[in-house]
Structure formats: structure tokens, C-alpha cells
């Protein structure tokens, strides 16, 4: 079967985001007052052969550890369709 994995990576919420707080910033330039605490990360899909919904979770979380994501900085989530 074909899955698909839906991957967040996140930047840690201990670290600055810079890319976040710049665009923080310039919504309330526009006048957009209400958003706070803007953050940016990365939205990664990939499509998995795999026999189970169990397995194709394991090869997405593998990518993640051994590639995706830098553990020092970032975090993930993982949903499989």
C-alpha cells in the first residue's frame, strides 16, 4: 500500500525563531495586532510503500531522526493517511 506522511519540523519553542519574529513584525506594521508569537517551520511529504500504517510510521520516523530534522533545534510530528 501507498502512504502518505505528513512531517512538521518545528523549531525548539526554547530557541529564537528569527524568521517568525520578522514576520511577527511585519503583520503588525500592517495593522494585523492580534497575531503573537509567530512561528516557522517546515511542512516535508512523503509518500511510503509499506505493508501497515505501523510501518510506514516507522520509515517516516527514521527519516526524521537520520535526516529531516536537526535534533538540537527542532522537533517533528509525524501523520500518516
Known amino acids: 500500500m501507498i502512504f502518505t506522511a505528513h512531517i512538521n519540523v518545528m523549531p525548539l519553542k526554547e530557541l529564537l525563531d528569527p524568521q517568525g519574529k520578522a514576520v511577527n513584525n ?41 535526516m529531516l530534522h536537526n535534533p538540537v533545534m527542532e522537533t517533528f510530528s509525524i501523520v500518516i493517511e
Open 26 to 66: 511585519s503583520l503588525h506594521s500592517l495593522g494585523i495586532q492580534a497575531i503573537q508569537n509567530v512561528r516557522i517551520g517546515k511542512h516535508i511529504t512523503l509518500q511510503i510503500e509499506a505493508d501497515s500504517k505501523e510501518d510506514a510510521l516507522h520509515f517516516a520516523d527514521t527519516a526524521c531522526h537520520k
